[in-house]
């Protein structure tokens, strides 16, 4: 970020293209940020690691932070500040993470908000639903997977294992249970979006006294 006090905050709301219901969140982000803090909060809110190649496609022109063997951009990601973009009220831009997955997100500008020392920048005000695995392999399966994981059809797979035990007269499979159960979880809690945990990853990312703290670290070097 610049060392200059910011003096206007960017309220961005961004979704998933191709998914419904629609996975969304709500950031604050300070008009001194760059367009690489803007990557890492996207990966922070979104639950993302960072492993897959990015690229913000801001009118026409590629932006984005370099992984290695990745493609790379003409401009440097940590010097290219969201103000200098003069974005105008529901100015829309493009962020993909994973081109094999092409998780494509619409970014909007909702409001130009007056800075507040009293809170801690970058910010989640808002979401809903739990992103979707890293190498889920993009919307398209993401919608199949989620209508062959309704709450019906999880209860089903329950009892056919239970079933299959009962008519073979065999002791429940109780591993295969355990297994079947697990694959269950995201599904059951996509709808716990947790923004207060959200916060908490932000703070600690951009707080950190360590420049080389990874995103994938803030998960899980957690107290």
């Known amino acids: ?10 309220q961005f709301r961004f979704f998933l293209k191709g998914i419904s219901p629609l996975i969304w969140r709500r950031l604050l982000m300070t008009s001194n940020s760059s367009i690489s803090d803007l990557h890492y909060a996207i990966q922070i809110s979104m639950g993302w690691e960072d492993e897959y190649l990015n690229r913000f496609n801001i009118w026409g022109k590629e ?7 990745g493609m790379s ?10 103000q200098d973009f003069q974005f105008r009220i529901n100015e829309k831009f493009i962020y993909e993470y994973n081109f094999f997955a092409s998780w494509e997100h619409e970014i909007r500008l909702e409001k130009i908000l ?6 801690i920048y970058p910010l989640c005000v808002g979401g809903c639903y739990v992103a979707p ?5 993009g919307s398209k399966v993401f919608m199949e997977l989620m209508s062959n994981n309704t709450p019906w ?5 329950l009892l056919e294992i239970i079933e299959e035990s009962e008519e073979e007269e065999e002791e429940i499979d109780t591993e ?37 703290l990874t995103v994938e670290e803030v998960y899980y070097d957690e107290d």
């Not at 951009?73 to 969201?82: A, I, N, S, T």
């Not at 059809?153 to 797979?157: E, F, L, S």
């Open 114 to 119: 007056p800075f507040d020392s009293k809170k």
């Open 176 to 212: 295969l249970l355990q297994e079947t159960i697990e694959s269950f979880r995201y599904w059951i809690t996509r709808h716990e979006f947790d923004r207060k945990k959200v916060n908490q990853q932000l703070q600690r990312y951009f707080n950190s006294q360590d420049d080389q």
């Open 1 to 10: 970020m610049l060392e200059q006090n910011p003096v206007e905050v960017y």
């Open 63 to 69: 932006y984005g932070v370099y992984h290695d063997g």
């Open 133 to 137: 695995l890293e190498d889920c392999r």
């Open 73 to 82: 951009f003409p401009d440097d990601p940590e010097e290219v500040y969201l």
């Open 153 to 157: 059809q999880m209860r089903c797979k």
